[in-house]
């Protein structure tokens, strides 16, 4: 008795295919004709309805498109139909920047759900500081959670940039609240986000700004210079009108005077440009600088000459060093700076003179253990 095989052709599937596209062409065999915007486009109902649960459901029921010949899609432009009927033959769909909107309300509305994945798929590969407020909307628009989580990433790693763009402008209390709030941000300075948060409420000033107290609190006023809180936040109209604003203006004073006396406020998640991984020889004028990112080494102006001996430590979110360094030519062994990741700034001088010790971080203090007294 002979055997059973189950046998299969690889190219069969390619060349039916290739066969409906040619009867399309031609419009052999085409029993609908789907209209926009007046350009007709020929088709089979058995292959819309097995690629679109919107397609299926209408030849499927009594609605009266199941009758028709000619079936008008008002709501989807002729570019997108093109795409999307393209698609549904040939499985190849070209998106651009110019038709990426059009596609992914026709690809939703008729529910082709490869093509739809496809047009997720570009949006994610094309997310930018230039467009992600944009396709931040459609992920509202058409509820794409994860395309919306994406932007909201790209806005948090780029909000310098994103901030300034008039179309931010444009987000509601609620986005401008969730935006402010966030620990993710990575900002130059909190001066970045006081601005963009003074120039979106002056911007519909009527409407919003009874929003700008409890939008304000939010900000982290502590990182504020001391110089910018005097000669910009405490001279602004929208500070001084509301008491709530101005306590909170005050008690960011208090603290530059007296931090020990005020809890501190959490820093965001890269207040200050913290991308490198940084290395500090002691007898070097430049620091090295590994950006972790981008996988490159770089290098780094570091306070001091040559020939220095310093004790380095992170603590609380800035790089101290304390010890011997030439400064302008002298030779100073009790000099303590600090670096918050854009500039150094000198602290008080240590009592003592050291050249080798070790320095610890242990419960918010620096103590240090003294090898050589000089």
Not at 113 to 132: R, T
Not at 262 to 276: A, F, G
Request: glycine content about 2%.
């Amino acid at each position: 008795m002979a055997s059973s095989k189950l046998l299969s052709c690889d190219g069969h599937f390619d060349f039916v295919m290739d066969m409906l596209v040619k009867q399309r062409n031609n419009t052999d065999y085409c029993d609908v004709t789907l209209v926009a915007e007046g350009q007709k486009f020929p088709a089979h109902r058995a292959i819309l309805a097995a690629s679109s649960k919107y397609f299926h459901t209408m030849f499927s029921s009594q609605m009266k498109e199941k009758f028709e010949k000619e079936i008008r899609i008002k709501e989807v432009t002729k570019i997108a139909m093109k795409q999307v009927i393209n698609f549904i033959y040939t499985n190849k769909v070209l998106l651009s920047e110019e038709n990426i909107d059009e596609v992914l309300h026709a690809a939703s509305l008729m529910q082709v759900q490869d093509l739809l994945a496809l047009v997720i798929q570009y949006l994610s590969d094309e997310i930018s500081p230039i467009n992600c407020l944009h396709y931040r909307q459609l992920g509202i628009l058409y509820s794409l959670n994860d395309l919306v989580w994406e932007c909201d990433w790209c806005i948090w790693e780029n909000f310098d940039q994103v901030s300034t763009q008039e179309k931010f402008l444009d987000i509601d209390k609620v986005e401008m609240e969730k935006l402010i709030s966030s620990d993710e941000l990575e900002i130059v300075s909190e001066e970045v986000v006081y601005e963009c948060l003074v120039g979106w409420v002056k911007h519909d000033l009527q409407t919003r700004k009874q929003y700008f107290p409890a939008l304000f609190k939010h900000l982290r006023l502590q990182y504020v210079e001391l110089d910018y809180l005097y000669q910009n936040i405490k001279k602004e109209g929208l500070v001084r009108e509301f008491s709530d604003c101005t306590d909170l203006f005050v008690d960011a004073l208090f603290f530059c005077i007296k931090p020990e006396l005020i809890k501190k406020q959490k820093p965001r998640k890269v207040c200050y440009p913290r991308k490198e991984l940084i290395f500090v020889p002691n007898k070097n004028k430049k620091i090295a600088s590994y950006n972790m990112r981008e996988g490159e080494w770089s290098s780094l102006q570091v306070c001091g000459e040559p020939e220095q001996h310093v004790m380095f430590i992170f603590h609380e979110d800035m790089v101290y060093c304390f010890g011997f360094m030439s400064e302008n030519g002298y030779n100073k062994s009790n000099i303590s700076k600090r670096f918050n990741g854009i500039k150094w700034e000198n602290l008080a001088p240590m009592v003592n003179s050291h050249s080798e010790a070790a320095v610890a971080s242990i419960q918010g203090e620096c103590h240090f253990f003294i090898q050589y007294l000089l």
